[in-house]
């Protein structure tokens, strides 16, 4: 295995683990200020 092959990989994986975590906190943020106003 190569290191572009492992930065590509890793790099995927960052991206997957980022949307899972931020996607809710992202949709949180949205909600309460909507919420707010």
Known sequence: MNL???LQET???I???SQL???PVY???RANSA???
Do not use: E, N, P, R
């Open 4 to 6: 572009s092959d492992k």
């Open 27 to 29: 949709g949180g943020f």
């Open 11 to 13: 790099s995927t994986l």
């Open 21 to 23: 975590i931020l996607a």
């Open 35 to 37: 919420y707010q106003g």
């Open 15 to 17: 991206h997957t683990v």
